[in-house]
């Protein structure tokens, strides 16, 4: 029998980190180890992962979930595994989830997921699956071309060999979608969501109709930077990539003015940044360095912000035809 490890990445959660172990170890089919990727937490859980004979636990610095799931499940394919369960640290699997997804495997190699449902009601969906919206309208035990990861999402080392790791570089938000992309579109591996295989998850709670902080919202500068390097993944050429990431700039900036009631403005001009960024391969922004930025645009005035940022944009619309800005495109 092929073994099977839990891959788990967590961050300043020991409640719900203990929650999602316990899952694990309750499983019908358990798995043959479960690792915990510690993100540099700074509250009890390293003390807490200390006491757990039966875990192993890698402790790093705070690398995003790209850089947690990047480090598992490296470990993971060099320690021989065959299968590679993944999940962050905020759901839990249903007690036969991953009997449910190995009843599944198909024929040929593909990537297999949990069916994510709220952990509030159980029946709904968290993420748009197919046409169906709770768990109780699926007709089908598997819906193809359908996954969420990494909630539940089950590779196989094959998958790895051949597509390799996430991306470290994209720290989080979007990360899990380019690897995605990846597998299913450079990779062209077949993708299903297991609705039989359920893994329970906190509601979304990200909403482009939701007012956000302009000086707290660090998060933010990854979802737009990051976009760039989805559709990267997603689309045939670097020029389709552009297309479609102007398309996205495009649309997000109506939704600002739509739907955001507070800095309008100051939001519209902050996007110039992660775009000049993700234009010009630049991953060295960290959560602090961003919170320390949108503090210092926040205490300016929007006619400074402004030129500054038509100035980046400038730059970074020249960059393809800057042969030194090439070659280090080239390099990334």
């Known amino acids: 029998m092929e073994k099977v490890i839990a891959v788990v990445v967590s961050y300043n959660r020991e409640a719900l980190l203990r929650e999602c172990v316990d899952a694990l170890r309750n499983q019908t089919r358990k798995p043959d180890a479960i690792l915990v990727v510690n993100n540099g937490s700074t509250d009890n859980t390293l003390n807490w992962l200390k006491q757990q004979p039966d875990l192993h636990y890698i402790t790093q610095e705070n690398l995003g979930g790209a850089g947690g799931f990047n480090t598992g499940i490296a470990w993971a394919y060099r320690a021989g595994f065959a299968w590679i369960w993944c999940m962050d640290d905020d759901g839990y699997p249903q007690s036969n989830a991953l009997e449910e997804l190995l009843k599944h495997e198909p024929q040929h190699r593909a990537l297999l997921n949990c069916a994510v449902i709220s952990k509030e009601d159980q029946q709904s969906f968290v993420w748009k699956t197919a046409h169906y919206k709770k768990l109780q309208d699926v007709t089908e035990p598997l819906i193809k071309g359908i996954a969420h990861p990494f909630n539940g999402t089950l590779i196989h080392r094959a998958i790895v060999e051949r597509v390799g790791m996430p991306k470290t570089d994209l720290f989080l ?114 959560p602090p360095f961003i919170l320390r930025k949108l503090h210092q645009q926040a205490s300016v005035s929007l006619i400074t912000v402004w030129q500054h940022n038509l100035k980046q944009l400038w730059q970074a619309a020249l960059a393809p035809f800057n042969p030194a800005a090439k070659a280090k495109t080239a390099n990334a």
């Open 173 to 286: 938000w979007g990360d899990e979608t380019e690897y995605y992309y990846r597998i299913v579109k450079q990779n062209e591996f077949p993708v299903y969501t297991v609705s039989t295989s359920v893994h329970y998850h906190p509601p979304s709670a990200f909403s482009y109709k939701n007012d956000w902080d302009f000086q707290s919202a660090w998060k933010m500068y990854y979802y737009v930077r990051n976009r760039f390097h989805v559709h990267r993944a997603k689309c045939s050429g670097r020029i389709s990539a552009i297309i479609h990431y102007a398309a996205f700039i495009v649309a997000f900036c109506g939704i600002i003015l739509v739907y955001q009631k507070t800095d309008k403005l100051r939001k519209l001009s902050f996007m110039v940044w992660p775009v000049k960024d993700a234009l010009q391969h630049n991953f060295s922004a960290t």
